[in-house]
């Protein structure tokens, strides 16, 4: 079945860095678009970027442009978000979703990122 898992999350302070991973199984990671939602507390979903099933084309939130990073590895089945210039409103826990062409049809676990002084 298809499984997605999240990694990489954890505390930074404002300004910082870091990198989400997410590890597909269950399905053929490099026939499909790959995306990041997240969750800021008491907030609802919020899309933050999408890649395609090459890796060649990404798409980001105007709120993230410029300070994340999309990319995979399709040989290793991995999804990554690299996180720079974090800030307080970056907060949330971020999901790893499968795209089916028309909307996301599978997420993960979720992974926790918070900023904090």
């Known amino acids: 079945q298809v499984q997605l898992v999240e990694s990489g999350g954890g505390l930074v302070q404002p300004g910082g860095s870091l990198r989400l991973s997410c590890a597909a199984s269950?399905?053929?990671?490099?026939?499909?678009?790959m995306g990041w939602v997240r969750q800021a507390p008491g907030k609802g979903l919020e899309w933050v970027s999408d890649?395609?099933?090459?890796?060649?084309?990404?798409f980001y939130a105007d709120s993230v442009k410029g300070r994340f990073t999309i990319y995979r590895d399709n040989a290793k089945n991995t999804l990554y978000l690299q996180m720079n210039s974090l800030k307080h409103e970056d907060t949330a826990v971020y999901y790893c979703s499968k795209n089916n062409g028309e909307s996301y049809d599978y997420w993960g676990q979720g992974a926790q990122v918070t900023t904090t002084s």
């Open positions: 269950g399905f053929t990671f490099s026939s499909y678009s």
């Open positions: 890649i395609n099933s090459g890796g060649g084309s990404t």
